[in-house]
């Protein structure tokens, strides 16, 4: 089964926390997440989500720290998911992929239908 490593960015502003929801033409349609996406040949994990978030939201981040890695197997593939905690530093949001955002306070996290992968993540972030 064909392994994705993709990187994620749990973004921090104003006490808030971004996340974001999938498309109705993505995989996993309409599930939540933290934006990011696959790492590319001869690109580190901190390249790749800082180049994610940039052509997906049109903002820049600085990366905080790192969080576990969340291994995850779907029916037809697997993730390795890479977290990084970051702050917003500049731009506004422009969705390129996602249906919409939200920024939302950490109490509300765990009401949204997040994609499976996310999940361990969303717990260890809550537990820090």
């Known amino acids: 089964m064909k392994i994705l490593k993709v990187t994620c960015a749990i973004i921090e502003k104003g006490g808030q926390t971004l996340?974001?929801?999938r498309s109705n033409k993505m995989k996993?349609?309409?599930k939540w997440e933290f934006?990011?996406?696959?790492i590319e040949e001869?690109?580190?994990e901190e390249e790749c989500i800082i180049r994610e978030?940039?052509?997906?939201?049109?903002?820049?981040?600085e990366l905080i720290s790192r969080l576990a890695t969340s291994n995850f197997n779907y029916s037809n593939f697997s993730?390795?998911?890479?977290?990084?905690?970051?702050?917003?530093?500049?731009g506004v949001i422009r969705l390129?992929?996602?249906k919409q955002y939200l920024w939302m306070s950490n109490k509300n996290l765990k009401n949204l239908d997040w994609a499976e992968a996310d999940i361990p993540?969303?717990?260890e972030y809550l537990n820090l």
């Open 19 to 21: 996340v974001v929801q």
């Open 28 to 30: 996993l349609p309409l």
């Open 35 to 38: 934006p990011g996406g696959k």
């Open 42 to 44: 001869n690109e580190s």
């Open 53 to 61: 978030i940039k052509e997906e939201l049109n903002i820049e981040i």
């Open 79 to 90: 993730i390795q998911l890479v977290p990084f905690i970051a702050r917003h530093t500049k």
């Open 96 to 98: 390129s992929e996602h």
């Open 121 to 123: 993540i969303v717990n």
